[in-house]
């Protein structure tokens, strides 16, 4: 279904939520939310709205409507109450981690908290209901208004005050463990632009020196960075944590030296519980071994903290390769920390010789999985696809450096 088209301007983004923050602009959003969840599509349900609520609200109500629909899996009930752009939500973090974050970061000292760069407020509301006083700070004007509407509707307007910044002076001018006058801070920068991902994390807005002087100058701080930052740039005294939920990286975060606990961490989120892996020193890489009767793939958290010879200690299990994150043992892994795949066969990797074995086995459906190779999983799934009744996992992988296949997890 094709967006309603944003706002041209902050100005003009301004106004439209003015206007939805009056008595017919909260009638606007609830008949928009109603002909969405009846399936209406764009165009004939903003032309019914128009008719019904007048041309001005008739856009941004519906498009308020289906950004709250969007944000509805990870917000619950308050998403009907948040005011949000299509810009605000793609950068916001899931309430139930920033609640998380929010109470550890509570939990060593009290005093006001400042949340740099606020958007649509995720944070700003997290630490505001785990009970600090927020200094909200963004430079633009629409963040703050969406902050400072969205504290009012989840009702802690009353611990918000909204600041108009630029977070890379804010942090320049930090001193005596302080910035915007808060002994304590949540950074999340900006790691997009123009809808693309910014891999270097000198291009994030603030940008990397901002995220080291933070942690130089507040040490009660924590940063949301990108799971895929590398750990030789994670500051001496600063603890690095991986979160994962599901078998995917929710957040990484980087505490600074008065909350830091610890070297590195891996948590897990089960429900409401997680769990978690950690290391005062680095444990180095595991050893290697040969191939056993179980590959064990650990948690991605597992992985990107680095944290994987803890596991391999726990499960007596030793890397098929040095530069590969799988390991082998006798036995299955018990949960959570790593999956395990039986292994039925290893083989040198060659389509042909796979495709025969695979046949030879009456294996017709395959799963891939892959570490360490540029194959294309889903593609090399279709071609291995057969007439057999058996399905199994296959995973391709190095050994030694060389590509290889383990066909695991034979159905019977
Ligand atoms: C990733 S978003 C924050 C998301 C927020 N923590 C949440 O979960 O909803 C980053 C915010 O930082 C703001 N920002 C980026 N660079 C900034 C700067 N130099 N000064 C102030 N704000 C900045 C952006 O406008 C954006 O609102």
């Known amino acids: 279904m094709p967006d ?12 439209s939520l003015r206007r939805l923050r009056t008595a017919e602009g909260a009638v606007a959003v609830r008949r928009a939310t109603e002909l969405l969840a009846s399936g209406t599509d764009v165009l004939p349900g903003v032309a019914r709205l128009r ?14 409507a289906r950004l709250r629909a969007r944000a509805r899996p990870a917000f619950g009930a308050d998403a009907d109450r948040l005011l949000l752009t299509a ?10 981690l920033a609640a998380r974050r929010a109470a550890r970061l509570l939990a060593s000292a009290t005093g006001p908290v400042a949340d740099l760069g606020c958007a649509a407020g995720t944070d700003t509301v997290a630490l505001a209901k785990a009970g600090a006083d927020v200094v909200a700070v963004d430079r633009d004007p629409v963040a703050l208004a969406l902050t400072a509407a969205n504290a009012e509707a989840l009702g802690v307007a009353g611990r918000v005050q909204v600041l108009a910044a630029d977070v890379v002076d804010l942090v320049a001018a930090a001193a005596g463990g302080r910035v915007a006058g808060c002994p304590a801070a949540v950074l999340d920068p900006a790691r997009r632009a123009g809808g693309r991902r910014q891999l270097d994390p000198d291009r994030w807005s603030p940008p990397w020196s901002t995220v080291t002087a933070l942690l130089g100058a507040v040490p009660r701080s924590v940063v949301k960075v990108a799971p895929g930052l590398d750990h030789g740039r994670v500051p001496a005294g600063v603890e690095a ?29 089960r429900g409401d519980a997680v769990l978690e892996l950690s290391a005062d020193v680095d444990p180095g890489r595991a050893p290697l071994g040969p191939v056993g009767p179980w590959l064990h793939e650990p948690d991605p958290a597992v992985i990107r903290s680095g944290l994987v010879a803890l596991v391999a200690a726990d499960l007596g299990a030793t890397l098929i390769d040095p530069t590969i994150a799988y390991l082998t043992s006798g036995a299955e892994a018990v949960p959570p920390w790593a999956r395990s795949y039986r292994v039925d066969d290893v083989l040198p990797f060659n389509l042909k010789k796979l495709r025969a074995l695979l046949r030879s086995r009456g294996v017709g459906r395959v799963t891939v999985k892959k570490r360490g190779s540029p194959i294309e999983p889903e593609a090399l799934a279709r071609q291995l696809r057969g007439p057999g009744e058996r399905s199994a996992v296959v995973v391709v992988t190095r050994m030694a450096g060389a590509p290889t296949v383990l066909v695991c997890d034979l159905s019977p």
Do not use: K, N
């Open 241 to 269: 944590e991986w979160v994962s939920e599901g078998g995917s990286i929710v957040e990484a975060l980087l505490w600074g030296a008065d909350v830091a606990a610890t070297w590195r961490r891996a948590s897990l989120v």
């Open 87 to 96: 810009d605000t939500l793609e950068q916001a973090g899931r309430p139930v």
């Open 51 to 64: 008719a019904e609520v007048g041309a001005e609200l008739a856009g941004p109500a519906w498009e308020l």
């Open 4 to 15: 309603a088209a944003p706002p041209a301007s902050a100005d003009a983004a301004l106004s």
